[in-house]
């Protein structure tokens, strides 16, 4: 029966990666939905009007909402598919999760509503008409549910739509609400308990509670959520594996602007000598592949990487050991020495744990250490290499005074290099941000 729904009115329905077909597929299920809860809101406001259950009538009430939920859900796809434009350079797929922000709290006012005259019914009950028709007309809602559960189960996976998933959930909800009432009246009517107000105090509970979780989940989104672990990782190995060129990666960033619009940013590390042009055209081909296969708009930040520098490798390598000497979750990236501003400096990024915070202090000064270590063995390999080219100097006294010049004009040069002192600059990230600060590379 599903399968027939959607062959029916989803067009192309096997190519879901299509947005155009995933909005069908959203506004199919909203009608869907609309249809379904009107049916059971009604039914069910008439039996508990009939009947003077208070948890009957909160249950249709919560079919109604489900129903304006549906069409709220309908909206949101019809703008969701709406271009681009100059306002709104990111799309206006964001629009599924605004609607649900706004039924959410709808939602909440209509459980705190009914948790009022819950309240009221407890402390003045009222006798409950039974009749086997309302048991039918539940037990029929139950299995209108169930169905319900199904399509938005088998659609949102398809799609992959937080919405519909959330649609499911609350089918599954329903159904445990509805067995509920059913037993509550039943009780009722069998053993003279005024149980009622208590049901329909425990279901405004439920619907609150319910509605806080959705309401909680939808602001989450908006304000920003950590990229997914799976989906990240998935990309990134499709990053590296791509060319043996990418040396490392790190910094991945994801921007989610709604369902099926999503942005995304990520360093790559490649040889400083490889040609621009060539690298340039390595990283169109990566943002083309990503957008290809995961529908994931991507820029590629390009961050040169020397290697085979003697000075350079033995100071990387000896920062790196420190670091996970003191923890091996510390990760390291952008390395680099330069000199442009007339001493060296040591740039690099460390990606520290949410509870190394504290430690930036104590590693910046176990960072200096290492450097500090580094240039006085340096020092002392130097001045081993100037006495060495002093004795070979006095043993070539009789050299043309040019040639002394010249070994002179070396000792100098060589005597600048003992005075350098490496200074690091060092910006430690931590792991707490919408990004996956992860460092992988080929080279250390």
């Known amino acids: 029966m599903i399968n027939l729904i959607i062959k029916a009115f989803v067009k192309d329905y096997k190519n879901t990666k299509d947005p155009a077909v995933r909005i069908r597929y959203g506004i199919v299920s909203s009608i869907f939905g609309i249809i379904c809860n009107l049916f059971l809101a009604l039914v069910k406001c008439i039996i508990g009007i009939l009947s003077s259950s208070i948890s009957v009538m909160a249950d249709s009430v919560n079919n109604l909402s489900d129903m304006i939920s549906s069409i709220i859900s309908l909206i949101s796809f019809y703008f969701a598919k709406k271009p681009p434009d ?41 006798k409950i008409d039974f009749s086997f028709i ?20 088998k659609v949102g996976k398809a799609i992959n739509s937080k919405s519909l998933k959330a649609s499911m959930q609350d089918s599954i909800n329903d159904i445990y609400t509805t067995i509920y009432v059913i037993a509550a009246t039943t009780i009722e009517y069998a053993f003279k308990i005024k149980i009622d ?8 509970i439920f619907i609150m509670n319910g509605t806080f979780s959705i309401l909680k989940e939808t602001i989450s989104v908006l304000l920003g959520e950590n990229a997914d672990e799976d989906l990240v990782n998935s990309i990134s190995d499709s990053i590296f594996n791509f ?7 790190h910094d991945f960033m994801l921007h989610d602007y709604g369902p099926g619009n999503t942005f995304a940013i990520v360093h790559i590390e490649m040889d400083s000598r490889e040609n621009p042009i ?29 290697l085979n520098n003697k000075e350079s490798d033995t100071i990387r390598l000896r920062i790196k050991e420190y670091l996970k000497g003191v923890d091996n979750r510390i990760h390291m990236h952008d390395f680099r020495i330069d000199r442009h501003l007339g001493f060296p400096r040591v740039v690099f990024d460390a990606v520290l744990p949410d509870d190394l ?37 006095i043993k070539a006294s009789e050299m043309k005074a040019s040639d002394i010049l010249e070994n002179n004009s070396i000792d100098v040069k060589a005597g600048k290099k003992d005075n350098e002192h490496f200074v690091p600059v060092v910006t430690f990230d931590t792991e707490n941000f919408n990004r996956c600060l992860f460092c992988r590379n080929r080279f250390s």
């Open 86 to 126: 100059r306002k709104h350079p990111f799309g206006h797929a964001r629009f599924e999760y605004l609607s649900s922000l706004f039924i959410s709290t709808l939602m909440m006012a209509v459980g705190f509503e009914f948790l009022i005259n819950s309240i009221k019914k407890i402390i003045n009950p009222k």
């Open 134 to 153: 309302m048991i039918l007309v539940l037990v029929l809602s139950i299995a209108v549910k169930f169905f319900m559960r199904s399509f938005y189960s």
């Open 243 to 249: 060319s043996e060129r990418i040396l490392g990666l």
């Open 278 to 306: 060539e690298a340039h055209e390595l990283i169109d081909d990566i943002e083309r592949m990503v957008l290809d296969k995961y529908k994931i708009n991507l820029v590629v930040h390009h961050d040169p990487v020397v």
């Open 197 to 204: 107000g208590y049901a329909g105090l425990f279901l405004s």
């Open 357 to 393: 915070l504290c430690m930036q202090d104590k590693l910046l000064s176990g960072i200096k250490a290492v450097l500090r270590k580094y240039e006085c063995e340096n020092k002392a390999t130097n001045d081993m290499k100037a006495s060495e080219m002093k004795a070979n100097e």
